[in-house]
């Protein structure tokens, strides 16, 4: 299929009112455009439970792809690992989205174990080719040399600055996890490396972070109010 748009939306960090303000700017057709959301709907907000919401309603339309992100594999370890082995989620925010989600599971007893397996359900990547052009989209990244489908979650999930460093792959790859002024000090724009490498997570939860989509195709931005 021909998309007019494929767009990319990075990490949201339960900052929800920031969501849709830069959805709402997008014009997003289900049936003309591939919408891809980066992972990391939760942890570090007021709104994580409402992010984590809504991008389980928007993956169940059409060409829409929702990623999992590191944060929502920390969430899963937790309550399927048990706490001792999964303690690192609480102080990485994940705290609050924990309080957030006990008052859900009180309104909806289901709310945990559809949660639970909506991450499961997760992708850890999506591949497409558009004019014989290859693009890979993950949260994280890629390990340089190994072959895509070899690819652990730890990777995917994880990587930082050996993908960044000495990936030399044909394939344009777009990630967030890591945000931008982390990077460079004061960017809070998406960032193309010279090595076909974007970077799309613009610090959602800093205090002067934004949520950030990027159109593929025409290099288009657009960001949070």
Not at 10 to 37: A, C, P, R, W, Y
Not at 57 to 81: C, D, W
Not at 109 to 123: G, M, N, S, V, Y
Not at 132 to 152: M, N, R, S, V
Request: glycine share 6%; with cysteine.
């Amino acid at each position: 299929m021909k998309y007019r748009q494929i767009l990319v939306i990075g990490d949201m960090h339960g900052h929800f009112t920031k969501l849709l303000s830069v959805f709402h700017k997008i014009n997003f057709d289900s049936e003309q455009d591939l919408l891809i959301l980066l992972g990391d709907y939760i942890d570090r907000g007021d709104e994580n439970m409402r992010c984590l919401r809504w991008a389980m309603e928007m993956s169940e339309k059409k060409n829409v792809i929702a990623l999992r992100g590191n944060h929502e594999q920390m969430m899963l370890y937790y309550y399927l690992l048990g706490q001792e082995e999964a303690e690192i989620w609480l102080p990485n925010g994940g705290s609050a989205s924990k309080r957030e989600l006990e008052i859900w599971i009180q309104r909806e007893p289901d709310a945990l174990q559809r949660a639970l397996e909506f991450i499961e359900q997760r992708p850890l990547y999506h591949q497409i080719f558009v004019d014989d052009q290859e693009y890979i989209f993950c949260h994280a990244g890629l390990k340089p040399g190994l072959p895509l489908e070899d690819q652990t979650d730890e990777y995917l999930l994880w990587i930082r600055e050996e993908f960044y460093r000495n990936y030399t792959g044909t394939a344009e790859v777009i990630v967030g996890h890591t945000p931008t002024p982390y990077l460079i000090p004061d960017r809070y724009t998406p960032i193309r490396l010279t090595n076909r490498i974007t970077i799309i997570d613009t610090g959602s939860f800093l205090p002067k972070g934004k949520i950030s989509c990027v159109d593929i195709l025409s290099g288009k931005v657009w960001q949070s109010d």
